[in-house]
């Protein structure tokens, strides 16, 4: 049973990673685009899916506390200012969005602009560093004590950080380029598609050497050796997220952005699954104290929790993965004035 809620912890991880990703990516092209019709266009672009996008990190949050208290307790501890500033991106993304909508004033705008755009880059560049740090190894101690956070300073950090801001700008060119009509409806449509296609292009190669920059880096880091109990898997899949995000670029640059979202896609959610292959069947390694490790079994919550919660919530997975279905399905045309 824990491993059936690890695998359902690491879809929603997944699921986020990939559909509120395209919220990320949206954010970090902003600024790139002229003037507040543009970046209302972009912004419509991604409105019809933004909620539903958001509800993967809840569940996500949901199954972490739930099935996994331990690592919930031992990660935020351990890499406290990182998960802080997570936590307050993703608070401020979501404010910046909802409360962008509510303005006309210009000079307001472009404040919440740059909030959704600060946000979305702290939320990209901090997701990828705390992934390397999970690879990396975090300073536990048995007890629930820790030594002082060390895993978040270093090359590969911030190589991972880096590689995880360009494959979101990547993943948010690509869908506004297919998303964003060029329909006169929709203001200056073409044009948004042009630089979104062009920040697209040149954002998915530059992902693909940071990838592999990163990938260098954590070879030679003994920490990452030390910690990854499965290091062909993880080279694997690093080339593979290296891969899709080359296939983007080719994608675009063929003019096939469908093509180039899906691949983007592929690419920003695989790091989620490169981690727990890596580590597998730990969640957590230490770097300070072993015996202070976790592994899916005994980071799970007692048997009797983890079954309470299959009756609760197992009958929700289904109806989740459903609502987002259908929520692409009503919305699957291009936005058109009433999206404005």
Known sequence: M???????????????VGLGGLDIGVGLVLPALRGDGQRRAALGATAPFFLGNQVWIVAAGGVLFAAFPRVEGELFTAAYPLVAALVLALVGLGAGVQLRWRTAAAKTGRGFDALITGSALVLAVGAGALLAALLTGLPLRTGGGHAPVSALIGGFPLAAGLAGGALALAHGAAYLSWRVSADPAVVDGASIAATARRIGAAAAPAAAALVAVAAWVAAADVRVRSAVAHPVAA?????AVAVAALLARLALRADRPALAVMATGVAVALPVVLVAAALFPHVLVSTADPAASRTVTDAAAGAPTLRLLAWLAGPVLPVLVALQVANWWLFRRRPDARCR
Do not use: D, T
């Open 2 to 16: 824990a491993h059936f809620w690890y695998a359902i912890l690491g879809l929603f991880l997944a699921a986020y």
């Open 235 to 239: 080279v694997a899949l690093a080339g």
